[in-house]
């Protein structure tokens, strides 16, 4: 056998897999820059001058739910500006600022919890959902809970889920606030998957900002998703909800 043509096959494959990534770079750029401007001016325009837009997650990926930093020394008032500017741009998700003190958050009113919410409490009253170290990998035990979960959501088909994502102290906050929010995403996913509908999903994550109740900080029990299921009329989807190309 000749190895001419096996080492062809091997620079072939290089190749391929060196311009696939030089043309994910450009695509992630693409992406990102536009948002970044727009970022920029809108947070100029509204009092936030020093404060940045990352939409980039914690391992570098683009993401449509930027961080703000930078604003600490801001009232909250130009804060809660700031963020509200930046959330209403076209393509842009939630908003979350780097210390986790303050987010860009719906008008929209409140409805009563339902029944499900009952139901969903009762099965992590005693289980979590867990994940890979430092990753938003699911367990395996945490995909058979899901399964349990999304049967239990199927009679408030309709209703708005909310999926909340917490991690504990370790780490640094911005870290903290993409991963439970990469995290969040990870669930919403695993449940279109199991036939809930995108639509009534919605993903955050809160970082280190709530603990349980009663524990430290830094306790691992606080790395947890969080359910709330709530009375609708569907809200306004986010473009990062709608389904379509991401």
Sequence with gaps: MSIRPALAIVAGAAL????????????????????????????????????????TGANGSPTRHPLLSNGEDLPE??????????????GVGGVVWSDGTARAETDAPT????????DVDGLLRSRSI???????????????????VAEALQPCLGAIISITGHTDKSGTEPGNLALSMER????????????????????R???????????APGDPANRR??????????????????????
């Design 16 to 55: 391929v897999a060196v311009a696939g990534y030089g043309y994910a770079t450009k695509t992630d750029e693409a992406f990102v820059v536009p948002l970044e401007e727009s970022a920029a001016q809108a947070i100029t325009e509204n009092g936030g001058g020093g404060v940045t837009a990352r939409f």
């Design 77 to 90: 008032q130009t804060r809660a500006r700031v963020a509200q500017a930046v959330a209403g741009m076209p």
């Design 111 to 118: 409805f009563e919890p339902l029944h499900c919410q009952e």
């Design 130 to 148: 867990r994940f890979e170290e430092a990753s938003s990998a699911l367990l395996p035990a945490s995909r058979i809970l899901l399964d349990e």
């Design 184 to 203: 969040a995403r990870a669930v919403r996913e695993a449940l279109v998957s199991r036939g809930i509908p995108r639509d009534g999903l919605r993903a």
């Design 205 to 215: 994550g809160m970082g280190s900002s709530e603990p349980v109740e009663g524990l």
């Design 225 to 246: 998703i969080e359910f709330a299921v709530i009375r609708t009329e569907p809200l306004r989807p986010t473009p990062v909800d709608t389904p379509g190309a991401r």
